[in-house]
């Protein structure tokens, strides 16, 4: 949470994650690959985009963009500890996601296009239950394990357009969160749409992990998405100001 300056030939190590299942790596400039589809992340399934449509391998050699080498010289003093120290890092973090310590995590959705189709006891279900990531969960979607979700009617849907953070239902009644690599279209219900702001919190869930559903509306969650944005734009200009000073 902190800007470090690595030297070449430093070698980086990570250890087992203490909270939350993934972790990221953020180089001053970025990496520099061609953007596919505006962006310049991986898209495993299709393999295009990041470095060569893969996974990393070792020995794999990464291209910087050219800021980097800014970072040289007199915008490196600025990394100098007090005392004279090397430049490595500064007495200073930015905030970050934190999950709380607690049985189960909180996630606010509100109801989906088909959450009507649901009997009433999966209705309940849906908010009620304390529901666990299963292991054959993916960036494409979260399976999540809990009570059965029954429809009051099978009939099949015509596919239409799904998002980040919609929750669908397949016929096995198990729900599955779309996640950053979704689908753009699908056919299952629609039982919720989680609050944009918290499916990151959703998606440093590790397999085995529990969080309930927290019904909202649609006003709540846009309030939820300004505040997350808010507090993303502070952390911002404080590094900016603490880069700077």
Do not use: N
């Amino acid at each position: 949470d902190r800007p470090v300056l690595v030297t070449s030939g430093t070698r980086l190590a990570a250890g087992r994650a203490r909270k939350g299942s993934r972790a990221y790596l953020a180089v001053a400039g970025g990496i520099a690959v061609e953007p596919v589809l505006g962006s310049r992340s991986t898209y495993l399934p299709a393999r295009f985009g990041g470095w060569q449509g893969r996974a990393l391998r070792s020995e794999d050699l990464l291209p910087l963009a050219t800021e980097c080498a800014a970072l040289s010289g007199a915008r490196a003093e600025r990394l100098r500890l007090p005392g004279g120290a090397p430049p490595r890092t500064v007495p200073w973090s930015a905030p970050s996601l934190t999950l709380p310590e607690r049985e189960f995590i909180v996630i606010h959705a509100m109801e989906g296009r088909h959450f009507g189709a649901f009997d009433a006891d999966s209705q309940r279900a849906f908010f009620d239950a304390t529901w666990r990531v299963a292991p054959a969960s993916d960036r494409m979607g979260f399976r999540l394990l809990g009570p059965a979700l029954a429809r009051v009617e099978g009939d099949e849907l015509l596919s239409e357009p799904t998002c980040l953070g919609t929750v669908q239902v397949p016929a096995d009644g198990a729900p599955i969160a779309l996640m950053a690599d979704h689908q753009t279209t699908g056919g299952y219900p629609k039982i919720a749409e989680i609050a944009g702001a918290d499916v990151p919190r959703l998606a440093q869930l590790a397999p085995g992990a529990a969080l309930r559903f927290v019904r909202c509306t649609l006003a709540e969650a846009q309030a939820l998405r300004r505040a997350a944005r808010q507090r993303v734009e502070s952390a911002r200009r404080g590094i900016a100001w603490k880069y700077q000073s």
